[in-house]
């Protein structure tokens, strides 16, 4: 089913952050980017084809007259709009690849972030910040390590610390084969180490929605969503306190949540994020990862705030591209 945002409607769902002299950049690729590291890496075609086509996304969030851009059509946009003066860049996520294509675009250096940041910002979105609140995970620095989580564990899950649309992700059982030992090893002497998961019964993938301005976090909302073998497929369009009911989360799960993420993220980090939630067939909800990014949660949760009739239906961000 397409989506068609309505033309000509003015909406923004963050009143602080809109305004002409704000630039939005829309690179999906952003995850990728950030597992490779290189700053001159090039993208998969399929990625920089989605940040060409797929800039409604971000008007979902900012509003249909936002102007939003690829990350490689940065200076194609100065020269059709030599009157505009930037004052601040939002992109999706903020990562050294960015940060490259836009200085060889003629990007203000002062309009980007520092390195030292970006690599604070980096080391803030490994997996293992969230290992305090995932009593089913661990750290491993060695294959012998994940065949010892093994023993214990049986069936488990192999995340690379960064990684994006689902690439990093390994399913184990019982025992390591050939070719589960050279990706460990290869993660592990690229990144440093894997974390290693106990494998969920999941029922429910879902997200809690967050915003950090000024240090001061506050929460946005809930988005329900379906992966495939740890792929985003799509979200399904339910208001928050349906998802809160189907998933079961109570006030003072959500309460520990967002106490410890007040603590840990928000001093450090500034604008949207998720956290990325699992209810499983035991009633339990654990957190499977945090996202220091625009989440397609978060423009799902928005998108049905804006057209309530389509409650029910499931909600892809392929269809707003153009």
Known sequence: MKYIINKGESHRVFPLFFAMSLLYIFNPEH???????????VPPASALHFAQSGTNVMRVLYGDNAPVIA????????????????????????????????????ADTTLLPDDSRLADLKALQ????????????????????????????????????????????RWIDGALSAHDEQWLARIINTQGCVMVEKRLDVVYDFAIEFKVENGNLSRLGYSLFK???????YNVLLFDDEIKQTVQMSDE????????????????????FGVDM?????????????????????????????????????????????
């Open 31 to 41: 995850d990728l980017c950030l597992a490779n590291g290189d700053r001159n890496f």
């Open 71 to 106: 990350a490689d059509n940065y200076a194609l946009w100065q020269k059709k709009n030599p009157d505009t003066s930037v004052q601040k860049i939002i992109p999706w996520g903020w990562d050294l690849r960015l940060k490259q294509t836009l200085l060889k675009q003629g």
């Open 126 to 169: 490994h997996r293992s910040t969230a290992l305090p609140l995932q009593p089913h995970a661990s750290r491993a620095s060695s294959v012998d390590m994940v065949r010892q989580f093994l023993l214990t564990h049986t069936r488990i899950v192999a995340k690379a610390p960064w990684s994006g649309a689902g690439r990093g992700v």
């Open 227 to 233: 992966t495939q073998s740890g792929v985003y497929r």
């Open 253 to 272: 799960s959500e309460q520990n949540i967002t106490q410890w993420l007040a603590t840990n993220i928000a001093p450090f980090y500034d604008g949207v």
């Open 278 to 322: 699992l209810h499983c067939s035991d009633g339990t909800n654990c957190v499977s990862e945090i996202n220091l990014r625009h989440t397609m949660g978060l423009v799902a949760h928005e998108y049905l705030r804006r057209y309530p009739h389509h409650h029910g239906l499931h909600f892809s961000p392929d269809s707003l591209c153009c």
